[in-house]
């Protein structure tokens, strides 16, 4: 059974010399039939492992040893440039005393193959974030209550599928675009979290305690550079939460009040554990301030 890594990949176009895209999955296909045909089936992992290492050590992306390659004479990408070498070299050399000056030819390389694959920018995207949480105080805006221990927060369960399937995060919802005011932010959050998650805060469900803007976020996916414009809520339920830990609606969608301590051992993302350590640093921050107050 062969093994296919980014290593034999490129030490498989080299050798014969493919220039296709490495990512299609025709030339992927291709790259394992001829892997299959290489491989040794009375010492497979040796073969591979050999397979491998020659692409580590010495065919390497950008700045290959051919003089120490072992398969060199087989190399079809370096009989090419060795050809393109012999052919060009006195006709260059007659150009150059024609004309000062010699239009710059791309001569051909090893690591031309396989052909470089532009990566694609990632796109811009736009979210409101709310970490929410709830206190147990039936207080008015206080460091204390703000701070309390047995105070709880809400995550949001990830769709299974697509981007970050099932893990969890802070209700968050994207935006139409970047220009969108402080109050129209509020307004789409405050919108999702009434649909969506069954939480009213300008009626009697919820008293808010505290509610403010604590700064914008940029993480980085691989093809998605997502802006979060993250509030910081602070509600109280009257009634209390009452088995309201953890429930799921119709659509799917599941919500979980969870404590500090249990929010470090869940299945956070990491753009939402990086979002904790902003949240806490605000947070003290604040309860500097009250504290200097008193």
Request: aromatic share 6%; with cysteine; hydrophobic share 40%.
């Amino acid at each position: 059974m062969p093994v296919v890594d980014g290593n034999v990949v490129r030490v498989l176009c080299r050798l014969k010399a493919i220039s296709a895209n490495p990512k299609l999955s025709t030339t992927i296909k291709r790259l394992w039939e001829l892997a299959g045909q290489l491989v040794d089936p009375k010492v497979p992992g040796d073969f591979n492992q050999a397979l491998m290492e020659l692409g580590a050590t010495i065919c390497t992306p950008t700045s290959p040893t051919c003089s120490s390659c072992p398969v060199a004479e087989h190399c079809n990408a370096l009989a090419i440039v060795r050809s393109y070498d012999s052919k060009n070299k006195h006709a260059m050399q007659s150009l150059s005393t024609v004309y000062n000056e010699v239009e710059a030819v791309t001569a051909p390389s090893v690591i031309d193959y396989p052909m470089k694959v532009l990566k694609p920018m990632p796109r811009e995207e736009f979210a409101a974030v709310c970490v929410v949480e709830m206190s147990p105080e039936n207080a008015s805006e206080n460091f204390l209550c703000i701070n309390s221990d047995r105070n709880s927060f809400l995550l949001v369960r990830r769709p299974q599928q697509g981007l970050l399937a099932g893990l969890w995060e802070f209700p968050s919802v994207l935006l139409s675009g970047l220009n969108l005011s402080l109050n129209e932010r509020k307004v789409t959050m405050d919108r999702y979290l009434e649909i969506s998650l069954g939480i009213q805060t300008s009626q009697g469900t919820y008293k808010e305690i505290l509610r403010k803007s604590v700064g914008h976020y940029i993480h980085v996916f691989s093809h998605i550079r997502l802006h979060m414009y993250i509030e910081w809520m602070v509600l109280h339920a009257p009634d209390g939460l009452h088995g309201m830990q953890e429930n799921e609606d119709e659509n799917g969608t599941v919500i979980k009040w969870v404590d500090k301590e249990a929010i470090h051992s869940m299945g956070l993302t990491s753009g939402v554990r990086k979002l904790c350590r902003y949240i806490r640093c605000s947070k003290n921050i604040r309860i500097t301030k009250e504290l200097g107050n008193l």
